[in-house]
Nanobody, 116 residues
Framework: QVRLVESGGGLVQPGGSLRLSCVVS????????MAWYRQAPGKQRDLVAT???????NYADPVKGRFTISRDNFKNTVYLQMNSLKPEDTAVYYC??????????WGQGTQVTVSS
């Protein structure tokens, strides 16, 4: 069974920073690429960033140069460092497998609100 627990969200002013964490239970973590996704109110869930098992990363265009994804395979944790936050980054952020065909479900997500 795989369990995903996201944390680190909150309210931040434009230009601020947050660091999200996601602890993944189960052995599936260390052998699979991971990703962060986000869903804004009334919109579909979008891919934000991915990271392979060896640390190769890829980012959606809206977050390139501002967000950094990383992982700690010993702690079964994936991180998302978010800098220069904008109001349009407001969303619920989720972690999951980069390949959703092998996903075992979603966690509760963590709310990020960027507002002055």
């Amino acid at each position: 069974q795989v369990r995903l627990v996201e944390s680190g969200g909150g309210l931040v002013q434009p230009g601020g920073s947050l660091r999200l964490s996601c602890v993944v239970s189960g052995s599936i973590f260390s052998t699979n690429p991971m990703a962060w996704y986000r869903q804004a109110p009334g919109k579909q869930r979008d891919l934000v960033a991915t990271i392979t098992t060896v640390g190769r990363t890829n980012y959606a265009d809206p977050v390139k140069g501002r967000f950094t994804i990383s992982r700690d395979n010993f702690k079964n944790t994936v991180y998302l460092q978010m800098n220069s936050l904008k109001p349009e980054d407001t969303a619920v952020y989720y972690c999951n497998m980069a390949d959703l065909r092998i996903s075992r479900g979603w966690g509760q997500g963590t709310q990020v609100t960027v507002s002055s």
